[in-house]
Every structure is written in structure tokens, then in C-alpha cells.
């Protein structure tokens, strides 16, 4: 009988929200994982990084809320995958050791004689303090900052929070978990000799798109917080650091700060999209309204793979193009080499970079990077009696094949990809648009929009426009625009040039004026 492997443990710190925050060891580890037990602090966004294969447990508490595993179910959780050989991540919002309860897991896992690692986190009062504009340390202020919870274990028989010393003996205090008790901790900090006049800053869901600050002091925070609807997950900094938050405040001040936007370009190709707009504030909500697949036969593209040398001309029109072609001329035994007889154009910039990575540089990009730009740009080379294949989806406008045609051009249309409505999140879209929330959606092709209305599920003219009013409408070039103003609905942003990098600076520019 084969002896079971050793497992390991893992407690990895997740940081403060941002998923960009997580320290290289643990993306790296969370790479490796078989079993991963997370906290309802940790951005589910790290999960992308866990293999397909691993076994996803959550394991969130939440105040007020009944917690999904005890510490004591979670504890023999990770010793039982342990025993079992597996790989173990522990992954835990924050630092796992700073009010996170990793010292009690790590102690469990050392009285099991289970092996465990641990991987700091940035913790949750930097992070705070940092994205809220606020230097919990500045040479002008203060050299000195404590850390302290406002919810301590119910059960002790006391707290353990000197007060008396701690009120004064800290220039900058930062409090985890106190919005439930802060009426509590301001009159404990000011009993004991904390000025009334100090100024406070409570920041809530630090580092992420949701991220909501409010300032005040000892004698009114209170009340502001109150007054401003602040819930848990939130931290207090108290000092008069706070004072540089009017001069340093820089992520709230970012031009799409708050701004909750749709996008609905491919999964595998929102990534550059949703980069752009994130790096600039934006909360993107990523809504795939195209899924790409290969087409049921590449009987047409086969033929034409035998007789390249016979064209005069290949055009790629999509990214999309260029990758399902090239994955069946590979298939097929064949590579970039067997492209030296036709001339190869694209029809944008971002297209031709893709092609330089198959190892082909474009001979032709047009001025304007659409279909129609393209056929212009044909048309002043000569096209009569040229042959010209075009790898493109299996629907797509027949204006370029057309256009070239009947220029007197011999083309041939090989099918290499479809575009398919993915499937689910139907729901889910629809309400997001119910709730008001959603400031913008963004459309990159004319098959986002139908896919887009598809999803909507809209009943009639009227039904759609309800739904949209007051949401902004970015769309990447003309076509696709005529698209959406088809459907009675307004486009409200689109770049001069079509690319992805020029929309985002488009939104960015709508916004900031």
C-alpha cells in the first residue's frame, strides 16, 4: 500500500482588496494549489490564479451574519486536507497575523504536526491609510503608529486595550473592526486625555473601486459616519496625519473613480480593456457578450492553405482572425513561412502586433481602421484581377468582399472562428441595469451590441431605452456605433482612432470634463 503524500499549509496574505496587492510568493503559491480555504475579505479576483482543478472552499465571516464555518470547523479543515497530501492555501484578507486569527490556525496546525508556511499580507491599515491620501507616519506629525481592534473576543473577561496609555502614547492610532463600537472608542480615547479636536478618517473597503472615505474629528466623526450610511469592512485612523489627506488624496481623485462600467468585449480580450479603465478608477464589471469558438469546419480554409502561393493578398480583419488562422495552419504542419508569396494586410494597429508575434509584419495598414478603410486602401494599390482570401468569422459585414469584388478582385471568405452568445449571467445583467448602478457600458464590435441586447432581454423599444437611461454608452468606432444608434439608443463616446488604448483615453477625457 503506497504511503500518502505529506500536504502543506498555506496561510497567504490576500492584502487589503486590491488583487494587485498580493505579494509575488503568494500569487505564486495560490498557482500550486489543490484545496484553497478564503475569506470573504479576500478578492475572489485571486481565484483566477488557483488551477481549474482545485477544490474552492469558502470560508467568510461576516459581522452580524452567520459565519459559513466556525474557526474551530475551519481550523480541522485545513489539518484534514493536509492529511489528505494536498496543497493547502489558507487565503486571508490582509496580513494573516494582524487581527486575522492566523496565530490560532498556525498553532492548530503545529499541535497536528501538519508542515505550514506563512506569506505576510499587506495589511488593511496601510493600505487604508495610503489609498485614503493619509502617511500614518510623516516626520512633521508624528513617529509613531499602534494598531488596535475595536472588536475584541466577546468571551474575555476583560479588555486588553490599555487605554490610558494608548490614547496618548501613539501619535497615530488605527483601529480594525471598530465601526460598531466607535461611539465606545472615541469616548475612551477622549476620557483619557485624546483632544476632542483630533482628527479622525474612517475609510471603507480600502484599495477596491468601492472604496468611500469621510473625515471628521473625536467630537463629530460619530455623527458623520451615521450620517453617511459607512457599514463594515471599515477602518478608523485617528492622528493629525489626517490633515494631509486635503493635500495627498490621490485614488478617490483618479477621473473614473467610482464609475461602475460594463464591459462587453470577449473574456480573452477584455483583459487590455478593463486594464486601461481600472488603472484610472473605473469599477469594471466584466459581462462577456461574445464567446468565441472555432468553426464546425475548416473545409474552406484547408483548400486555400493548399494553393497560398496562388494569392496575391491575405486580410485579417479581427485579432480573432489572426489566431484561428494561424492555429490551423499550424495544424496542418505549416507556419509563417509558407505566407512568403501573398502580401498581408491589416486592418488596425492592434491586429498587425498580433501578426508580428506569428512572425509576419503587415505590408498594408490603412489609414482609418475599419473594413471600409481597408477596402480603400486596396483599392488605391489595384485589386483588378488580384486573388485575396480573407480568414474572418463565420458572420461578419460583406462590405470589404464586396467592395473588392467589385473592384474586379477574385476573393475568397474562409470561415476560421464563430462568434456565440455565452451562456448565463442573463439575470444578473439585467438587474444590474434595474438597480440604476451601472454608469457606462462599452462596446468594441457590432456582435457586443446584439449580444448585449440579446442578454438584456429587453421587450420592446421603450423597455430598452428604460433600462440604459442616464448610462453612459462608449463605442469603439463608427460601426459599431451605427450599431447601437440602429437600436434608438445614443452613443455618447467614441474615439478618432479605433483602437482599444484611444478608447480608454476617450472615457477618460468624457469624464474629466
Known amino acids: 500500500m503506497s504511503k500518502i503524500r505529506k500536504g502543506k499549509v498555506y496561510l497567504v496574505g490576500a492584502g487589503p482588496g486590491d488583487p494587485g496587492l498580493i505579494t509575488v510568493r503568494g500569487k505564486y503559491i495560490l498557482e500550486r494549489a489543490q484545496v484553497v480555504v478564503y475569506d470573504y475579505l479576500a478578492n475572489p479576483k485571486l481565484l483566477k490564479y488557483v488551477p481549474k482543478e482545485a477544490k474552492l472552499i469558502y470560508a467568510g465571516k461576516k459581522g452580524g451574519v452567520k459565519h459559513t464555518h466556525t474557526q474551530e470547523e475551519i481550523n480541522q479543515m485545513l489539518v484534514d486536507w493536509a492529511e489528505t497530501g494536498k496543497t493547502v492555501v489558507r487565503l486571508k484578507g490582509g496580513d494573516p497575523f494582524i487581527f486575522g486569527r492566523g496565530g490560532e490556525e498556525v498553532e492548530v496546525l503545529s499541535d497536528s504536526g501538519v508542515d505550514f508556511e506563512v506569506v505576510p499580507g499587506v495589511t488593511s491599515a496601510t493600505a487604508a491609510a495610503t489609498y485614503a491620501g493619509i502617511p500614518i507616519t510623516h516626520r512633521d506629525y508624528t513617529a509613531s503608529v499602534a494598531f488596535l481592534t475595536g472588536h475584541e473576543d466577546p468571551t474575555k473577561p476583560g479588555s486588553n486595550i490599555n487605554w490610558a496609555k494608548l490614547a496618548t502614547g501613539a501619535g497615530t492610532l488605527v483601529v480594525y473592526m471598530g465601526i460598531k463600537n466607535l461611539p465606545l472608542i472615541v469616548k475612551n480615547l477622549v476620557d483619557h486625555g485624546r483632544a476632542p479636536q483630533t482628527p479622525v478618517a474612517v475609510v471603507r473597503w480600502a484599495s477596491t473601486p468601492e472604496q468611500r ?11 458623520i459616519v451615521r450620517e453617511a450610511g459607512i457599514k463594515p469592512p471599515a477602518l478608523i485612523i485617528v492622528g493629525e496625519v489626517v490633515n494631509l489627506r486635503k493635500k495627498i488624496d490621490w485614488f478617490e481623485k483618479r477621473p473614473l473613480f467610482g464609475k461602475r462600467i460594463v464591459v462587453t468585449r470577449t473574456r480573452e480580450q477584455a483583459s487590455e480593456l478593463m486594464a486601461g479603465l481600472e488603472e484610472n478608477g473605473g469599477n469594471c464589471i466584466e459581462y462577456s457578450t461574445i464567446k468565441i469558438e472555432p468553426v464546425d469546419s475548416y473545409e474552406v ?13 491575405i486580410l485579417f480583419t479581427s485579432l480573432n482572425g489572426v489566431k484561428y488562422f494561424f492555429e490551423r495552419l499550424y495544424a496542418r504542419g505549416m507556419d509563417a513561412r509558407s505566407m512568403k508569396g501573398p ?9 498587425a502586433d498580433l501578426l508580428l508575434e506569428y512572425g509576419v509584419r503587415a505590408d498594408l495598414l490603412p ?19 488580384r486573388n485575396v482570401l480573407i480568414p474572418r468569422a463565420e458572420k461578419a459585414r460583406e462590405i470589404l468582399p464586396e467592395t473588392l469584388r467589385g473592384a474586379g478582385a477574385q476573393v475568397t471568405v474562409a470561415p476560421v472562428y464563430k462568434n456565440v452568445a455565452p451562456v448565463g449571467k442573463r439575470e444578473q445583467l439585467r438587474e444590474e441595469l434595474e438597480s440604476g448602478k451601472v454608469d457606462m457600458v462599452t462596446f468594441t464590435s457590432s456582435s457586443t451590441v446584439r449580444n448585449f441586447l440579446s442578454m438584456v432581454d429587453a421587450e420592446n423599444d421603450s423597455d430598452l431605452k ?33 483602437t482599444i488604448p484611444d478608447m480608454v483615453y476617450a472615457i477618460v477625457d468624457y469624464y474629466s470634463k
Do not use: N
Not at 472615505?213 to 455623527?223: F, N, Y
Not at 489609414?367 to 484581377?385: C, I, M, Y
Open 213 to 223: 472615505s469621510v473625515v471628521g474629528t473625536l467630537d463629530t466623526i460619530v455623527d
Open 343 to 351: 502580401c498581408v494586410a491589416a486592418v488596425g494597429k492592434a491586429t
Open 466 to 498: 428604460r433600462l440604459m437611461h442616464e448610462v453612459t454608452i462608449a463605442a469603439i468606432g463608427p460601426i459599431t456605433a451605427k450599431t447601437v444608434t440602429d437600436t434608438g439608443l445614443t452613443v455618447d463616446i467614441q474615439p478618432e482612432t479605433y
Open 301 to 313: 480554409l484547408d483548400e486555400e492553405l493548399e494553393r497560398l502561393e496562388e494569392y496575391h493578398w
Open 367 to 385: 489609414d482609418v481602421f475599419t473594413g471600409e478603410g481597408l477596402a480603400e486602401s486596396l483599392l488605391d494599390q489595384g485589386v483588378q484581377g
